[in-house]
């Protein structure tokens, strides 16, 4: 796999500025509105797996449907919590990105920098006017 796949929400900051820093790259990659187009169950236990984290640390806590679920305090299986997910795509945590190097959830959006193939271009800095990266293309943070 050479491309890069960001599963983006453009209404996200943080989804917003990590897509943004993979273009800095010099890299347009396949973008997956998922709120839109959700990733199917097989696809979603492969991303959870490749990113070595629980189903618990892919949940977005602070939407509705997660106090409606009241999924704090339920003691829900990681498949139920998955099929929430599915059912209520704004529960999947975001930005996730893939590269040929892995699979991150960029939470903060400077993580995608551990797993871009290529360098920097130039200077980026976020939609809150925090430096990330110089104009010579090293990272600040």
């Known amino acids: 796999m050479n491309r890069i796949i960001i599963y983006h929400n453009p209404n996200c900051g943080t989804s917003r500025n990590t897509l943004e820093m993979i273009r800095n790259s010099g890299v347009e990659p396949d973008i997956i509105f998922y ?9 979603l236990e492969k991303l959870i797996t490749d ?12 939407v509705e449907p997660y106090d409606k679920l009241d999924l704090d305090h339920i003691n829900a299986t990681d498949e139920q919590l998955i099929d929430y997910m599915l059912q209520y795509p704004i529960l999947i945590n975001r930005p996730i990105v893939v590269t040929p190097l892995g699979v991150r959830l960029c939470r903060p959006s400077e993580v995608v920098l551990d797993i871009l193939p290529k360098a920097q271009k130039g200077a980026f800095s976020k939609e809150d ?3 990330v990266v110089d104009k010579k293309g090293n990272r600040l943070i």
Do not use: T
């Open 35 to 43: 709120l839109d187009a959700p990733p199917s169950k097989p696809v």
């Open 51 to 62: 990113m070595g984290i629980s189903v618990r640390a892919l949940l977005r806590r602070s």
């Open 129 to 131: 006017g925090q430096n």
